[in-house]
């Protein structure tokens, strides 16, 4: 059974200070996405992440792929208020190519 | 281009009331998801489907049936709704894997079972 792991689940940081949120997951898989999710609303493709090595940015986030380690990172730079919602990450799995989707990370950043 | 539609956006039902969610995407896409979210537990796959006519279980299926008579549509019913059932109900659709990388999610359906 595949598992995806976020940590942490809750992060309050400061405007303009940098911090990474970590993926783990726990079989082989050969692509990452990272979505957002506002209050109250849908998710919002923030990346894909085809293959090991992969660097992908956007704005003030950084996202990256570990297949070996099996780990991805989405990294902030700079924090900004505009940047709160909850980060998941998901991983492809072989039945029907669905999601595996992680719990999740509450992301607060505070002036 | 709607992308992927859900219908109703919100319902509340009694315990052991039936109910049916549609998912309608206008893409052409073979495979469709239904998810539900849930506070702490991120997204949790009920039933999907890879083609018209085709449907299997997820993570979470138990209460829930599907089906995808239309390519274009993916129903998600609750025959006898129980209060576990209260949740967020997201629909998805893909292309072939060899046609694409993105998923498309729909707006969500807020459900309340009483």
């Known amino acids: 059974e595949l598992k995806v792991e976020q940590n942490p689940l809750f992060l309050s940081m400061q405007e303009g200070k940098n911090y990474t949120i970590y993926c783990n997951y726990s079989t082989t898989s050969d692509r990452l996405y990272w979505y957002r999710q506002d209050p109250g609303k849908s998710l919002e493709s923030l990346f894909v992440?085809?293959?090991?090595?992969a660097v992908k940015q956007e704005g003030r986030l950084m996202a990256s792929l570990d297949t070996k380690a099996r780990l991805s990172t989405l990294h902030i730079t700079a924090a900004v208020h505009d940047l709160s919602a909850t980060y998941f990450c998901a991983v492809v799995v072989n039945s029907g190519y669905a999601l595996n989707f992680g719990k999740g990370t509450s992301l607060l950043v505070t002036p | 281009n709607a992308g992927v539609t859900q219908t109703p956006k919100f319902r509340v039902l009694k315990t052991g009331q039936s109910m049916t969610l549609l998912c309608a995407q206008d893409?052409?896409?073979?495979?469709m998801y239904w998810y539900r979210q849930d506070p702490g537990m991120g997204l949790r796959l009920i039933h999907y489907s890879v083609g018209e006519g085709t449907t299997a279980k997820g993570e979470v299926p138990d209460g829930y049936n599907v089906s995808r008579l239309k390519k274009q549509n993916f129903l998600l019913g609750l025959e006898s709704a129980a209060p576990s059932q209260t949740s967020v109900y997201f629909c998805?659709?893909?292309?072939?894997?060899?046609?694409?990388?993105?998923?498309?999610f729909g707006e969500g359906s807020w459900l309340t079972v009483v």
């Open positions: 893409m052409n896409h073979e495979y």
């Open positions: 992440l085809l293959s090991n090595g």
């Open positions: 998805a659709s893909r292309p072939q894997r060899s046609s694409g990388n993105t998923i498309y």
